[in-house]
């Protein structure tokens, strides 16, 4: 054992020491059967632990560690028989046919196992049927790089002489085959490790940027447009200053590296790295609704090498998941990095383990959005290496989908008509309060090996050690417009007004400052923003009105502005902002009344208006516990409280106040009766206040409770409880 470890420390430090040889493979011979290659590039260093597999303390040295691709590789010592920097030369078994020392001067092409000879090859040159034929030859000769295979026919197509192969096996054709692709690197792209700067190692792949947008015009698509379905909405409160675009852009840069060694001892290994930078860019200026789901290729090339055992062959394009209505001006820039590395030996499958590592570096994003559904849209790429035609290899190819990309989820897509009178009255703030954004970048890396279809076993598509990985991450989870706290207004007698409030919670971008009305008035002059593109988490905002009379009622609101939209806001009525909650009053009877009304957002929100039914839609929307009031209950309520006529976040109602210093707020909701005439519902006794009760006044008729502009206090009416809906305050009682 420490002879073993001795001799794999001083190869590490020839390793670390010598970077002339920063271009070489690097082959780890194992006592299990195979070979696994890398490249002197690849490692940054190689150190040993006392840590097994299991994660288990031993007293002397048991893996090797290697540090490459931004990963570790850990191997057992005892598997290792040596480790060696030297490529060893091809030897062709005896019987073999070299078409290079016999024909390629003759080849004029090839086709996957055929090649073509000029029709005046000699036929005494002509290989014999059943004869095992190669050929070393590189990428730039007519042959197209290696081949090897077993003639199968000779015959002649198109005025050539064609030789047709099947498949044959690495032991009938070599002794000895070790190739590796090296590429040479751009003089911009040295790479630097412990072992010094080296010019040489990785084949490089890194196209320019392309970018596509898929709402252009028909004939600037490089895909069918039917392809996507895209319909404006007009009626949106948001509206684009520019054309609707769709787009995505990508910029990539692939590293890669691939091996495949036959020796009679060892068998038939491959290992193949690829280490990929990807920068992405996705824009959506979108206001209407939108169907997409699928993969939309920019292009598909083949790269060979120039050893010619395989092809690699590549594909980037957009991948959309859309089927939502939105308005949305939002754009990212992200950042990928991915690295892979994977082995294959016949002999030893299990004990390679494949590294397929997929990560954010950097994920941006500015703009504003509303969505009613969800949107998933980004780019993939996926590079593959078809394999030379051999029997000892139980896969033609292998793939990497690298994929990337940004999304939004969200319930709510304002209209033109939730904004009216947004400017003058909390009412649609309220109802933005809740609405949240949930903002994600999601990455996904799927390792795949096909079977050959001409195998003699012709094993399924199978999945090779590198289970398909796709992860979404939650970047946050954004509300649509802040809260406001500790809020507070100050008149003085040099006819200023002074006003301070906290903006809390993070939100996309939001514009914020102040309003002021004066008795109920609100000037353009008067509408003031003092934080410019606010995105949370808090900010202190403050602002002195001046010249503005204190004999007038005056009352200041926070202003936002979001996706266009100017709206002012009103402080929480409750103690917190987890609605919907119980207020303990202190009463009797100890029933406790909820912060706000049934089916809404706020406690200044009127909520829906329902029918009396057989069943309480308190109880089945709230849970056990939850009831709408009886006419009882609400005479507690009034005999226990004090109420007063108020103006809570821009909406009139009643303040129902306790001696114990809580309170509940009721929204002056109107009510809706049933117009014969128009055939629907129309609002009755609009700006006052009317809630139901369960308790029955007569046939088809229950009691309510009610306030208009004219009574100090509430007072009780009574309702068709089919021909009215009405506005519920539930209660919660514990009996």
Not at 102 to 124: A, D, H, I, M
Not at 449 to 467: C, D, L, R, V
Not at 596 to 621: C, H, R, V
Not at 687 to 703: I, K, M
Request: charged share 20%.
């Amino acid at each position: 054992m420490k002879k073993s470890i001795l001799f794999l420390i001083l190869t590490a430090i020839v390793f670390g020491t010598f970077g002339t040889y920063a271009q070489k493979p690097v082959y780890i011979y194992r006592n299990e059967g195979f070979i696994q290659t890398f490249i002197t590039e690849e490692i940054d260093s190689i150190t040993y632990s006392r840590i097994d597999a299991d994660s288990m303390l031993h007293s002397d040295y048991c893996m090797t560690e290697i540090h490459a691709c931004d990963t570790v590789f850990r191997i057992p010592i005892a598997s290792i028989d040596s480790i060696s920097f030297v490529t060893p030369t091809t030897i062709l078994q005896p019987e073999v046919f070299n078409i290079d020392e016999k024909l390629l001067t003759w080849v004029t092409g090839r086709e996957k196992l055929t090649f073509y000879l000029n029709p005046s090859t000699p036929v005494n040159l002509l290989p014999e049927k059943g004869k095992v034929v190669v050929s070393l030859a590189n990428a730039s000769t007519p042959i197209k790089g290696i081949f090897m295979g077993e003639v199968a026919d000779i015959k002649t197509e198109n005025d050539r002489i064609a030789i047709v192969c099947e498949p044959t096996s690495f032991e009938e054709a070599f002794v000895r085959l070790y190739s590796t692709a090296n590429g040479v690197k751009t003089k911009s792209e040295s790479t630097k490790s412990r072992a010094g700067e080296f010019d040489q190692g990785w084949e490089i792949w890194g196209p320019e940027k392309t970018e596509v947008n898929l709402l252009a015009p028909l004939n600037s698509l490089p895909i069918p447009i039917s392809s996507i379905a895209y319909e404006p909405n007009d009626k949106l409160a948001f509206s684009l200053e520019d054309d609707p675009e769709l787009s995505f852009a990508i910029t990539p840069q692939l590293k890669y590296h691939i091996s495949l060694t036959h020796d009679q001892f060892y068998g038939t290994s491959i290992s193949l790295s690829i280490i990929g930078d990807y920068l992405f860019q996705e824009k959506f200026k979108l206001a209407g609704n939108i169907e997409l789901s699928e993969d939309i290729p920019f292009c598909h090339p083949f790269i060979p090498f120039a050893s010619g055992l395989a092809d690699v062959f590549l594909e980037f394009g957009a991948y959309g998941k859309i089927s939502t209505g939105i308005a949305i001006d939002k754009k990212w820039d992200q950042h990928y990095k991915s690295v892979f590395h994977w082995d294959w030996s016949k002999k030893a499958p299990s004990a390679l383990k494949p590294v397929n590592n997929f990560k954010c570096i950097e994920n941006k994003q500015e703009g504003n959005s509303a969505i009613s559904g969800s949107l998933s849209a980004g780019l993939y790429l996926t590079i593959g290496v078809e394999f030379i035609a051999s029997k000892n290899l139980d896969i033609a190819e292998i793939g990497l989908r690298l994929e990337g990309g940004a999304g939004i989820e969200g319930s709510f897509i304002p209209s033109k008509s939730d904004t009216i009178g947004a400017s003058t009255s909390p009412f649609f703030y309220n109802k933005l309060r809740q609405r949240k954004l949930e903002s994600f970048f999601e990455i996904g890396a799927q390792a795949k090996a096909k079977a050959f279809k001409w195998s003699i076993s012709t094993p399924p598509e199978m999945e090779i050690g590198g289970i398909p990985l796709k992860h979404r991450f939650i970047t946050n989870k954004i509300s649509t417009v802040p809260v406001f706290t500790d809020f507070s207004m100050t008149e003085y007698d040099d006819n200023s007004i002074s006003v301070v409030t906290n903006a809390k919670g993070y939100v996309g971008s939001n514009d914020l400052g102040f309003a002021l009305s004066q008795d109920d008035i609100f000037s353009v002059n008067d509408y003031v923003y003092t934080r410019q593109d606010y995105r949370g988490p808090q900010a202190l905002l403050s602002h002195t009105f001046r010249n503005k009379s204190i004999e007038c009622e005056n009352r200041v609101y926070p202003l936002i502005k979001w996706m266009g939209i100017q709206m002012i806001a009103g402080l929480d009525a409750c103690v917190d902002e987890f609605h919907p909650h119980t207020v303990d009053l202190g009463l009797p009877s100890g029933t406790k009344w909820s912060c706000m009304n049934l089916g809404a957002s706020f406690p200044t929100d009127f909520g829906e208006y329902y029918k009396m039914g057989n069943k309480d839609i308190a109880t089945e929307q709230m849970g056990p516990g939850y009831s709408t009031p009886t006419k009882q209950q609400f005479e507690e309520l009034l005999e226990y409280t004090t109420q007063k006529r108020v103006l809570k976040n821009g909406v009139k109602g009643f303040l129902f106040e306790a001696k114990n210093g809580n309170s509940i707020f009721l929204p002056a909701a109107a009510q809706l009766c049933w117009d014969s005439e128009e055939g629907g519902w129309t609002v009755n006794n609009e700006g006052s206040g009317g809630y139901w009760t369960t308790t029955q006044s007569e046939e088809d008729y229950n009691f309510f409770l009610e306030f208009d502009n004219e009574e100090d206090i509430p007072f009780f009416g009574n309702r068709d409880i089919e021909a009215n809906k009405l506005t519920i305050r539930p209660v919660y009682s514990e009996k």
